[in-house]
């Protein structure tokens, strides 16, 4: 059974930092690409960073460029999402999934496996 735990949410004011972690277990993580998404209050899921099962793939939606970046460990079976100058618009439930394929993407669709999702709400 795959299972995947983020951690690392929590409160901060705006242009702080938070980094978030996530295991996945039950699965060949490191031939898998990797996803970070975020749900903010009343809307739905969206993309905000990719990394390939090698790591030399990287994709950001453009609201995450320049600010956050993505990284893995396949040593540690972990994957990684730093984020820095931390913006209000930044506050939702931040998921964490497995593609069923190698090459980063942003498309939802080619991720099957999700985490229960950790909080990050940052104040003005």
């Known amino acids: 059974q795959v299972q995947l735990e983020e951690s690392g949410g929590g409160m901060v004011q705006a242009e702080g930092s938070l980094k978030l972690s996530c295991e996945p277990s039950?699965?060949?993580?490191?031939?898998?690409?990797m996803g970070w998404f975020r749900q903010g209050p009343g809307k739905g899921r969206t993309f905000v960073a990719a990394?390939?099962?090698?790591?030399?793939?990287?994709v950001y939606a453009e609201s995450a460029k320049g600010r956050f970046t993505i990284s893995r460990d396949n040593a540690k079976n972990t994957v990684y999402l730093q984020m820095n100058r931390l913006k209000p618009e930044d506050t939702g439930v931040y998921y964490c999934?497995?593609?069923?394929?190698?090459?980063?993407?942003?498309?939802?669709?080619?991720?099957?496996?999700w985490g229960q999702g950790t909080q990050v709400t940052v104040s003005s």
């Open positions: 990394i390939s099962w090698s790591g030399d793939n990287i």
């Open positions: 999934a497995t593609s069923k394929k190698g090459r980063a993407t942003g498309d939802i669709f080619e991720y099957d496996y």
């Open positions: 039950g699965r060949t993580f490191s031939s898998h690409a």
